[in-house]
């Protein structure tokens, strides 16, 4: 790790820093851009630290190419470049790239299972699982796997082949298994942090074309604490 980013109450942990990229780790409950809220925002803090850094005047280019829910931390990819930003666009939308996550679902998934739904947001930007038939509705897809079962909670490991809004959370709910916290979909209580972490992120650098490979396990707090040993077997996998 090059170094932690200190914002405020956020720290932001660095995983990777070229001329083409920046992979840090996005702290749960940072928007992971600027939006209506006008809160402080992971995008905007990296601007920041890279204006500072290499002393670069005015606006600093940090393309967005792929974002994580407000309340869910864990790897992000940042484009440093707009060649970057295009390939790794193109990566994410053509799913050239792995990207995986930890869960605790609130139930018992007894096995892996293939996720295949229709997702439609409405109005009050809630996504739900309709027909296939529903106008504007869109094909979502996911791996689910269970690690542990403790208490009547599953710890699971869930692989994205799509990249819907709150995918992993409607599917998972519609599934009868809602994640841990989930206060939108999952019937969450107050001050309860949901229980979902994008541990693992897997891609060819845009002008290397090598592949990268980042891992970043989430804090041993709350909930995740229940599955501390099976979590942090993960980190040598």
């Not at 939006?35 to 920041?48: G, M, N, P, T």
Request: hydrophobic content about 40%; overall charge positive.
């Amino acid at each position: 790790m090059a170094e932690i980013i200190r914002e405020g109450k956020w720290e932001i942990p660095v995983l990777y820093e070229d001329n083409h990229l920046l992979v840090v780790v996005k702290p749960p409950n940072l928007p992971s851009q600027a939006d209506s809220s006008l809160d402080r925002d992971l995008q905007s803090i990296l601007k920041e630290y890279i204006g500072k850094k290499y002393q670069k005047p005015g606006n600093v280019y940090l393309g967005l190419v792929h974002r994580l829910d407000r309340p869910v931390g864990g790897v992000m990819v940042f484009a440093r470049t707009s060649k970057a930003a295009a390939r790794l666009s193109e990566a994410f939308s053509s799913h050239l790239q792995d990207r995986r996550y930890l869960a605790v679902l609130q139930g018992a998934l007894s096995g892996e299972r293939i996720l295949e739904d229709w997702l439609w947001k409405d109005a009050d930007g809630m996504t739900r699982v309709v027909n296939p038939d529903t106008p504007g509705a869109r094909s979502a897809r996911l791996r689910t796997r269970p690690l542990a079962l403790r208490r009547g909670l599953t710890l699971a490991e869930i692989c994205l082949f799509t990249g819907r809004k709150h995918q992993i959370r409607v599917q998972h709910a519609h599934l009868g298994l809602p994640l841990w916290g989930d206060a939108r979909y999952g019937g969450g209580r107050p001050g309860q942090q949901i229980a979902l972490w994008a541990y693992r992120l897997e891609f060819a650098h845009p002008t290397r074309r090598e592949p990268l490979r980042f891992c970043f396990l989430p804090p041993m707090t709350g909930i995740w604490a229940e599955f501390q040993r099976e979590i942090e077997e993960l980190a040598d996998v």
